[in-house]
């Protein structure tokens, strides 16, 4: 009974590790998106207090970039699910599905690098006025809030 009990306990504990290691990784695009926020989050802190407010609207920027992976995640699987399906009229609903995706793709990528390069700027950034990337924050969440108002296919 003992040993019975001692078989189940391993079976449990191999299959959490096979499950651990098994689980999908984060997409790069994730990935690069978290550290532009931390470095975002680590320069805000060091920052005077008209910068550290600029920063402050860069990070929720960024905040509102995850909301749009999410929804790049449902037309994924959206994608995922009519690949199967062959009629004519599923046919035109993928490729609106798939342009949608596409520009969702090119400003989630579009924001990251705004990221990426503020975080940059601010590394470099040694002067009393603001940082260039700034000036193209506030087109790119106009931008993104257009995108994402849009009326859904």
């Known amino acids: 009974m003992l040993a019975l009990g001692e078989i189940l306990l391993l079976l449990g504990v191999l299959g959490v590790v096979v499950w651990i290691l ?3 990784g984060r997409p790069p695009q994730d990935e690069r998106l ?5 470095e975002l989050h680590r320069h805000q802190s060091r920052l005077g207090k008209p910068l550290r407010g600029l920063v402050s609207q860069a990070i929720r920027y960024g905040q509102e970039l995850r909301g749009l992976r999410r929804s790049m995640a449902e037309l994924e699987r959206r994608l995922a699910e009519r690949q199967t399906a062959g009629s004519a009229s599923i046919s035109t609903t993928r490729e ?13 990528e579009g924001g990251v690098e705004l990221l990426e390069n503020l975080g940059t700027e601010l590394l470099l950034w040694q002067g009393p006025e603001s940082p260039r990337g700034f000036e193209e924050l506030e087109a790119f969440r106009s931008s993104l809030r257009e995108l994402l108002s849009r009326p859904k296919d």
């Open 22 to 24: 098994s689980a999908p």
């Open 34 to 38: 978290e550290r532009a926020l931390a």
């Open 96 to 108: 609106r599905l798939q342009a949608r995706y596409e520009q969702l793709a090119q400003a989630y």
